[in-house]
């Protein structure tokens, strides 16, 4: 299995961008999906999830500024991040926690992808 996200770059305060992530491989289901955050000498942090049914959850700082959403035909996730701020500045990671075929059966696995930067201008 692989995720595979796009959409970083950098933008101005007050901007907005938009995170895309495309799991695939041997893929029975997807449960939870989202997108965690790392700066630069700080600890990895969560910045929203949502789960197979459509519940969310943000961290702090992001939230009434980001939104998650996913499309469970296509195993893709997003995030909209408006009124981006400069402590935004950070590489966005896609996570998935996939169902997967296994020699004891069906098993749930968790896959990070490849961060993509995002940096904010102040």
């Known amino acids: 299995v692989q995720l595979q996200a796009s959409g970083g770059g950098l933008v101005q305060a007050g901007g907005s961008l938009r995170l895309s992530c495309a799991a695939s491989?041997?893929?029975?289901?997807?449960?939870?999906m989202g997108w965690y955050r790392q700066a630069p000498g700080k600890q990895r942090e969560l910045a929203a999830a949502?789960?197979?049914?459509?519940?969310?959850i943000y961290g702090d700082s992001v939230k009434g500024r980001f939104t998650i959403s996913r499309d469970n035909a296509k195993n893709t996730v997003s995030l909209q991040m408006n009124s981006l701020k400069p402590e935004d500045t950070a590489n966005y990671y896609c996570?998935?926690?996939?169902?997967?075929?296994?020699?004891?059966?069906?098993?749930?696995?968790?896959?990070w992808g490849k961060g993509t930067q995002v940096t904010v201008s102040s």
């Open positions: 949502i789960t197979s049914c459509g519940s969310t």
């Open positions: 996570n998935a926690v996939v169902v997967v075929k296994s020699t004891f059966g069906p098993i749930d696995v968790t896959y």
């Open positions: 491989g041997s893929i029975i289901s997807i449960n939870d």
